[in-house]
């Protein structure tokens, strides 16, 4: 098997019976694996809601390790729509010429530090700098932050084991608290700034809020997209060819950006809590115990994708949930998005060719079902 595909752990039931079981923490989860189902769920803010205690419709649950809110992302609407409406022009911006200027810098001199060695480990010399460069332009601060939180590794919640980890979660909270502090004694232009002076209903935003914005906006995407930046490598090294039909037909780089995201499936799923009774595939599920809506699944679902486990970069309809669905799909997707148009225009540009030369999976273990999220360790070749 290359080391770039992944095996859909979910297809025997998802067919047979559209659903699976896991425990976590002592805290049952009904996941969702069809693709109607889990867009139907999503939907339905009313019976499978996100305004749980802080931490509850994280798969695996966080309430150990946190009690700020994460803001929007665990909040229904009407107060959701809210939050969206101040924060959707900010997370847009990676959409300005100057935004994706900057951007492309980043990923040049990052692939450009992998041409002079003779070996890179991908996760850690090249897709979390990206990512934790990256970052400094969605939050508008000193692109030396960066190197602070590549110190944090890949996981803000998680030490190098499996295992949360309150401590290190500990460390960005304290960070957070103070950077808010000093947006406060000294206002700029970034994302702090541009908060604190921001008011919903006519009242300002509390430092909690703004707290938990921010909270989402480190842990949300970085796990995610060093896996997406590493599984794409990963698959480009193994199907050089696909990188030569992108160089010849770059108006399907759109195209090629959206089916990796559907097969890849960078965040395998996320969690709801059920307000009352209610069924979900014929099979029974109590009030106030949690769903997951388990985007992995339903991006593989053969009713709704051709081929569901072939990667075909030019697919035209491809209704993905990888970034979510309904009134919580990702903020962050526009940025996520152009992370990895410009990561495939930068290896075209520089027609680059990959070797892998070992590599470690990431597996998750989720009830009977184990899953690859992506790499643990994936040492490559970068030549020109």
């Given amino acids: 098997m290359n080391q770039s595909e992944f095996i ?102 990052a692939l450009k530090e992998t041409f002079i060695k003779p070996s890179t480990e991908v996760i850690s010399e090249f897709a979390l700098p990206i990512q934790s460069r990256a970052l400094t332009l969605l939050l508008n601060v000193p692109y030396s932050e960066a190197k602070k939180w590549i110190l944090w590794g890949t996981h803000v919640f998680r030490s190098e084991g499996e295992a949360l980890d309150k401590d290190k979660a500990s460390i960005l909270y304290d960070y957070i608290d103070e950077e808010i502090d000093k947006a406060i004694a000294n206002p700029s232009n970034d994302l702090y700034s541009m908060l604190l002076a921001t008011e919903i209903n006519g009242e300002k935003l509390t430092k909690e809020e703004i707290k938990g914005i921010i909270i989402l906006t480190f842990a949300g995407g970085r796990d995610t997209v060093i896996n997406a930046i590493t599984n794409t490598i990963a698959y480009f090294a193994e199907h050089p060819s696909s990188l030569a039909m992108l160089k010849e037909n770059p108006e399907i780089i759109n195209n090629a950006v959206e089916e990796l995201v559907r097969y890849f499936s960078p965040l395998t799923h996320m969690g709801r809590e059920v307000t009352k009774n209610t069924t979900a595939c014929e099979h029974a599920i109590k009030a106030d115990t949690r769903v997951s809506l388990c985007w992995a699944a339903a991006n593989r679902d053969e009713n709704v994708f051709e081929d569901a486990n072939t990667v075909k970069l030019d697919r035209k309809l491809n209704p993905h949930v990888g970034f979510g669905f309904s009134h919580h799909n990702c903020l962050g997707a526009t940025h996520a998005r152009q992370i990895l148009r410009t990561l495939l225009k930068v290896l075209i540009a520089e027609n680059v060719f990959i070797k892998i030369e070992n590599s470690e999976e990431n597996i998750e273990e989720l009830g009977d079902f184990k899953r690859k999220v992506g790499f643990n360790k994936l040492h490559v070749q970068f030549r020109k």
């Fill in 8 to 109: 859909d752990p979910f297809n025997k039931a998802r067919i047979e019976k559209g659903f699976g079981e896991m425990d976590d923490q002592n805290d049952p989860v009904v996941m969702l694996l069809r693709h109607k189902d889990v867009r139907k769920a999503a939907h339905d803010w009313k019976t499978f809601s996100s305004n749980a205690v802080p931490g509850r419709i994280v798969v695996p649950s966080e309430v150990n390790i946190r009690d700020t809110r994460q803001i929007p992302f665990e909040v229904d609407p009407p107060m959701h729509g809210d939050y969206r409406k101040i924060l959707a022009p900010w997370f847009k911006r990676p959409l300005e010429d100057n935004y994706q200027k900057r951007l492309e810098k980043i990923i040049r001199e």
